[in-house]
């Protein structure tokens, strides 16, 4: 549940945390917010002696720490995130500046020189928020930091090795934990406590604050904040805002150049530690007049309770093509929308108010218009077309969801509710007519195009000369694959019926000559030769027993030296992080035997077969991808 209404406003926005600490991804998840965890490859190496104070040290390194996973991110993958948040922690004692130790030795030296003596903790942290624009990147960045000032004991050299052997201060800035054995060692703390533990949760809400609802005009000296605001500040000012979730163009960003806070283009503002908490709740009087707390709207759930809606809208539209007709002939007004598709004027109209609300079309004097990102995913064919399968959302996910009650009561598939008719697996269901078989199809592909490139590339791939995609369907992957590595060869291997449909999606260009299909049921029948086997979106469908038998066949035609690369949602352990992912789980449970699975669950599955040096890559995206090279 997001407590603050200030945390509120990521909620319809992509988040991206850049940061590898667990401690941080605990405090933003503890409070309700909802972000994907792309820690930052920026090696913490800038050079200390060229900044004048430590926390402008703390702060740079925060962001270029964000900086490049939104670059990276930008570069890599098909969408760009809407905020990029980006932290780093140190310690400063003495005029020296305190980072993880590198071993226990060093560990030593840090804990002695802060033992018996105050230090500070600084925490510099940066939010950029990004759009993409013409396929440019452009960013906004604000950042501040955070002191909190800490005094160990007098600590005897046995307890310091005691706690250096406990293996605790390594992942540590100045090598120790405030949260854990390391609170021993502490005899005061000034400010912030979670600074210490490395994100200044309290600090960050007010930034947010300052960045989302500035002060009105006739406000307008108070500039910044130096409390959070309270919900009925908020919602006054929020006042019939829309939560577009592809960042500015969005009403905030115009606040914020209103008020002169920052504007896009000129970066950031820092600022120093305020330490002013205060809470959230407004007074108010019931009937008694005994002051209560106002209900806080739960946002989140009342997000949840109308997701459906939000859902069943955009598939319509699609459904009626509504994006293929605005791209060709936008700006257009309702009414002559409601001609062309054949549909009710008032009817259209309501639809089209409720899609520019969501952010998938623009309003304006001349009409409706598709956004960019409706040009690019909605359109039948934008360049990542995700119509394929918004269509096969509404005509085959929508029937079974809505018997989802029953598959959590039966703990199986309910395809015979949905469908009237009972099939021994799930592709037979979709080959039964030629319309779901197409539609089928046309949903794998739009989503193999948009997850394609991670795929290919989250691990070089370069030294292998043939692939085989299993169940490769379209071949969208191999096309991909073939662009990536040009040296590749790759065959597509997939039931008869999908291979006789293939040629529809085909594209043209000077390595089509590299994708092959070969039909077969990768079940029965012999498979291809090939240094390199894929199976991406396959195991999530089917049961272990059933992946048994298909990792034993293909780890039986893998040689030493030859690999299989998976490519699937990876879960984490406590399976209780990734919604996306777990509500894909519940998708598998409505329509197949399979599921979704960890990374550890993954493992064995390999392990079993030979493939024992498993590496897992979490991209953030849709998919994450495993690689086993067969020793
Ligand atoms: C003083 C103190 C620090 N920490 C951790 O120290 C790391 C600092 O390192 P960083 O470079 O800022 O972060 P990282 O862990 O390398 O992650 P990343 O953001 O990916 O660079 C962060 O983890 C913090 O929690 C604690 O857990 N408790 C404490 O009392």
Not at 157 to 179: C, F, N, R, T, V
Not at 312 to 320: D, E, I, N, P, Q
Not at 536 to 552: A, M, N, Q, T
Request: aromatic share 8%; net charge negative; glycine share 6%.
């Amino acid at each position: 549940m997001v407590l603050n209404p200030v945390l509120g406003k990521l909620v319809s926005k992509r988040v991206v945390l850049a940061s590898a600490s667990p401690r941080r991804q605990e405090i933003l998840t503890n409070v309700g917010l909802r972000f994907e965890v792309v820690p930052s490859w920026f090696k913490e190496t800038l050079e200390k002696s060229s900044f004048t104070a430590p926390y402008e040290y703390a702060v740079e390194t925060a962001r270029q720490k964000a900086l490049e996973v939104a670059n990276r991110m930008h570069v890599k993958h098909l969408r760009t995130p809407d905020v990029v948040i980006g932290a780093d922690t140190i310690v400063s004692v003495d005029e020296q500046i305190l980072e993880k130790p590198v071993d226990k030795q060093d560990a030593y030296r840090m804990l002695s020189r802060l033992n018996g003596k105050e230090h500070s903790v600084f925490t510099g942290v940066a939010i950029i928020h990004c759009r993409s624009k013409d396929n440019q990147l452009e960013m906004e960045i604000t950042d501040f930091y955070e002191e909190t000032k800490v005094k160990f004991s007098e600590l005897s050299e046995e307890l310091l090795w005691e706690y250096i052997h406990s293996g605790e201060p390594m992942d540590k800035a100045g090598g120790y934990g405030i949260q854990a054995l390391g609170g021993m060692l502490v005899e005061y703390v000034h400010g912030d406590f979670l600074n210490v533990v490395g994100f200044p949760l309290n600090h960050f809400c007010k930034k947010l604050a300052e960045l989302y609802y500035p002060p009105s005009k006739h406000n307008v000296q108070h500039k910044k904040y130096d409390s959070i605001p309270s919900v009925d500040t908020f919602e006054k000012l929020s006042d019939g805002e829309s939560e577009s979730s592809n960042f500015t163009g969005h009403k905030d960003a115009s606040k914020l150049d209103s008020v002169g806070i920052y504007s896009l283009g000129a970066v950031y503002t820092s600022e120093n530690s305020s330490g002013v908490r205060t809470g959230f709740t407004v007074p108010l009087e019931n009937q008694n007049g005994v002051s209560q707390s106002a209900a806080k709207l739960p946002s989140k759930i009342l997000e949840l309770m109308d997701g459906f809606r939000a859902s069943k809208a955009l598939f319509v539209a699609s459904k009626l093509k509504i994006f293929d007709h605005l791209k060709d002939k936008g700006p257009m007004k309702a009414v002559d929308i409601a001609n062309d598709v054949g549909t009710s004027v008032c009817g259209t109209e309501r639809l089209l108010d409720a899609c520019a609300a969501l952010g998938l079309l623009e309003k304006t004097l001349q009409g409706y218009s598709n956004t960019d990102s409706a040009n690019i995913y909605l359109t039948s064919d934008g360049k990542y077309s995700l119509h394929g399968y918004i269509i096969h959302s509404n005509d085959h996910l929508w029937p079974l969801f809505t018997n989802l009650e029953s598959a959590v009561k039966e703990g199986s598939r309910q395809n015979h509710r949905a469908f009237g008719k009972k099939a021994d697996d799930l592709f037979k269901d979709y080959y039964h007519s030629q319309e779901v078989k197409q539609r089928f199809m046309a949903a794998m592909h739009s989503i193999a195009r948009l997850t394609a490139r991670d795929v290919a590339t989250a691990f070089d791939l370069s030294q292998f000369k043939s692939a085989c995609d299993l169940g490769g369907c379209t071949g969208a992957l191999a096309h991909e694959l073939v662009q990536v590595y040009p040296d590749l060869k790759v065959t597509v291997f997939d039931l008869p019926e999908v291979i006789a449909n293939t040629s529809y999606f085909q594209p043209s260009g000077q390595h089509a000559a590299s994708v092959t299909f070969v039909s077969g049921d990768f079940f029965k029948d012999n498979l291809p030769e090939a240094d390199l086997y894929i199976l991406s979106r396959v195991l999530h469908d089917w049961p272990d027993e059933k992946i048994h038998v298909l990792l034993s066949k293909v780890s039986a035609v893998c040689r030493p030296g030859c690999a299989i690369l998976l490519a699937e949602m990876v879960l984490d352990d406590e399976k209780k992080n990734r919604s996306t992912a777990l509500l894909q789980s519940l998708n598998m449970l409505v329509q197949t035997e399979g599921k979704e699975r960890s990374g550890t669950e993954y493992r064995a599955l390999l392990e079993q077969h030979g493939f024992t040096n498993v590496t897992i890559r979490i991209t953030g995206n849709l998919l994450d991808i495993i690689l086993c090279v067969k020793m």
